[in-house]
């Protein structure tokens, strides 16, 4: 067995292997460039995420807390209201008064507006109907009154207004 046409087609075999070799390592090349792309994307985007995240937590951290605190006031304002109608120049009443003032200052330097709905369209992302009642004066879908008021903490919604909506006049037969 002689070597001599092996050694022949060894030149030309070597250069169809360097060529797909080269084209294949250059395929490679460009696969592992678009997935170090896509890694350095995929993180920046996590990166901008978890800043995101960490925000949000700081500036609603308080909601939990704040959620506990609005029935509290509510139960305040109504004891507020009942001796308002008793006693109208009671130190007491003064007193609550005052005590009021700075549960609600204190409210709206946390960043807790409350959500008043009397008078407004009814809006279902900020306000929960308990009720329909007809309405001459007041147009339909517009809330007749508030029961209970909704407090937001920025932009998110931490109680709806419970309201009452206008069903708008009664049709005469």
Known sequence: MSQEPTEAADPKAGEVTEDSLLGQLQTDLDRFRDLALRSQADFENFRKRAAREKEDAVKYANASFLERLIPILDNFELGLNAARGSAADSPILAGMDMVAK????????????????EGQPFD??????????????????????????????????????????????????
């Not at 700075?102 to 709905?117: A, I, Y």
């Not at 309405?135 to 008021?149: D, F, K, M, Y």
């Not at 932009?155 to 049709?171: E, H, Y």
């Open 124 to 173: 279902p992302n900020l306000h929960e109907a308990v009720a329909h009642e007809e309405s001459a004066s007041i147009p339909e879908g517009v809330v007749v009154r508030q029961l209970r008021r909704g407090y937001k903490l920025r932009d998110r919604l931490l109680r709806p207004a419970t309201v009452v909506v206008s069903k708008g006049a009664t049709a005469s037969k």
């Open 102 to 117: 700075q549960l609600n200052d204190f409210l709206l330097s946390s960043g807790v507006e409350p959500v008043n709905g």
